[in-house]
């Protein structure tokens, strides 16, 4: 049977996906999961089974009787349901060009020729462990894992970065600087022992000394919807609103942290902005579907939560996953066509599960 083709969901009308998805969940019952990232547009969130962040997603999905687990979220996300779900379920991506721009910062290639360059420096397989944020693809996860590293989320970063350095003296950190700077200046390591790999340059634009002396090596990545977080936007704010409560995602740059009250996920941000005092006012630097959501929630105790940047900034990325793609995709299912099934190599997938079982192994 010919699988249905997405041009003829292009021009449907949210309203008319809307139905087709509830109708297409009835129909394939227990057999499908949709799983929904915080940071995805209200349309399609709405038809979330389960919402989190990504490796709890993949964590419940892998859990479930669902044989088919269909991940609104980018891509790095879908392949991390493959890697730890079961053979017999498939893992979907409603739109293939759902990426992380702060993934496509590191690549095997620019990281093993990184990894080379150390060598030439330090002995790099006894004084460093590479630790790979979550965000990154199944490649740069196996290479931790070859390389008796480790993967983190911002939840868990700290006790990650304890784990590694209880191995080794350094971590090689990518692909996201920001999280690796403020957990590691949270742990008391001084900013001068931590150096920016640039992997447009040789030795990462670093000099021998500075790579002998650093404890963190971060790779000179960041997210694109963090960046536009800035520690006068909070000045400002507390100007009008001297009574706020800010609150940042690790993600954000050192300034931005320094002058918050918290730093947390996204699971975190929910939580403590949930169980804070009733009519409490709450600046939020992260994504802009969820600090949205979140206001719309927390009206009925008077709270006040404000989203950051007077300029708007969402997960372009994510938001490329829409109420078209995902009727296509459990249309498609019901009719018994996969489409987009996003599988790991079984090599790449094995050494990427063992960076991902040594997180799962630490307890936080």
Not at 8 to 17: I, P, T
Not at 52 to 66: F, I, N, T, Y
Not at 115 to 143: G, H, R
Not at 170 to 195: C, S, W, Y
Request: net charge negative; proline share 3%; hydrophobic share 45%.
């Amino acid at each position: 049977m010919t699988a249905l083709a997405i041009q003829d969901y292009a021009l449907l009308s949210d309203e008319e996906c809307a139905i087709k998805i509830g109708q297409a969940k009835a129909s394939l019952g227990n057999r499908c999961i949709v799983l929904g990232h915080h940071y995805q547009r209200d349309e399609v969130f709405q038809h979330a089974d389960i919402s989190g962040d990504s490796l709890k997603l993949s964590r419940e999905a892998a859990e479930s009787d669902a044989e088919y687990i269909v991940f609104c979220g980018v891509h790095f996300m879908a392949e991390v349901a493959d890697i730890l779900s079961r053979p017999e379920q498939i893992s979907i991506l409603p739109d293939l060009a759902a990426g992380c721009s702060m993934a496509d910062m590191a690549n095997k290639v620019n990281v093993q020729r990184c990894w080379d360059e150390l060598a030439k420096v330090i002995d790099v397989e006894n004084t460093v462990t590479p630790v790979t944020y979550i965000n990154s693809a199944a490649d740069l996860k196996a290479f931790c894992g070859q390389h008796e590293g480790i993967v983190c989320t911002s939840s868990n970063a700290q006790k990650i970065l304890e784990w590694g350095f209880a191995k080794r003296e350094k971590i090689l950190f990518f692909p996201d600087q920001h999280l690796g700077r403020n957990t590691a200046f949270k742990m008391g390591i001084p900013l001068d022992e931590m150096v920016v790999w640039d992997f447009t340059k040789p030795l990462g634009g670093l000099t021998e000394e500075q790579i002998r002396k650093a404890k963190m090596i971060l790779w000179g990545g960041y997210c694109s919807v963090h960046q536009v977080f800035q520690p006068e936007q909070i000045d400002a704010f507390l100007q009008r609103y001297p009574e706020t409560k800010v609150i940042a995602h690790p993600e954000a740059c050192f300034e931005v942290c320094q002058k918050a009250d918290f730093i947390g996920s996204t699971e975190v941000i929910l939580k403590i902005v949930r169980e804070a005092e009733p009519n409490t006012r709450w600046l939020v630097a992260t994504e802009l579907n969820l600090v949205n959501r979140l206001h719309d929630e927390c009206k009925a105790d008077g709270k006040n939560v404000h989203f950051m940047s007077p300029t708007l900034s969402m997960c372009s990325t994510m938001f490329r996953t829409d109420p078209q793609h995902l009727a296509w995709i459990l249309e498609n299912l019901v009719a018994g066509q996969v489409v987009n099934r996003i599988t790991v190599a079984a090599e790449e997938a094995k050494y990427a599960k063992i960076a991902l079982e040594n997180m799962l192994s630490i307890k936080i």
